[in-house]
């Protein structure tokens, strides 16, 4: 097993920056995946970003540029840091952990960015 907890959440102001951080512990391995998703209020959860061990990453179109993940390897530990925040970027921002086919999920940080 896997347990994943986020911080880093809060409200922002149009145009601010948060950096989110998530922990990974228990059954590490260490060729895995981390990443993050996001769920708006009435929509479906969706993809933000990923990053590999050996460094690879990945962005929706949506973040790309403004969105900047990292992660510490030997902490465990994946972040996220996002600038020029907009309020429609709001929603509650769940981090994952993947290796072998199984994903692992955090129970999930707010993200509120007023205007």
């Known amino acids: 097993q896997v347990q994943l907890v986020e911080s880093g959440g809060g409200l922002v102001q149009v145009g601010g920056s948060l950096r989110l951080s998530c922990a990974a512990s228990?059954?590490?391995?260490?060729?895995?995946?981390m990443g993050w998703y996001r769920q708006a209020p009435g929509k479906q959860r969706e993809f933000v970003a990923f990053?590999?061990?050996?460094?690879?990453?990945n962005y929706a179109a949506s973040v790309k540029g403004r969105f900047t993940i990292s992660r510490d390897n030997a902490k465990n530990t994946v972040y996220l840091q996002m600038n020029s925040l907009k309020p429609e970027v709001t929603a509650v921002y769940y981090c994952?952990?993947?290796?072998?086919?199984?994903?692992?999920w955090g129970k999930g940080t707010l993200v509120t960015v007023s205007s």
């Open positions: 994952y952990y993947r290796y072998g086919g199984v994903n692992y």
């Open positions: 228990g059954n590490i391995w260490s060729n895995n995946v």
């Open positions: 990053t590999s061990a050996t460094g690879s990453s």
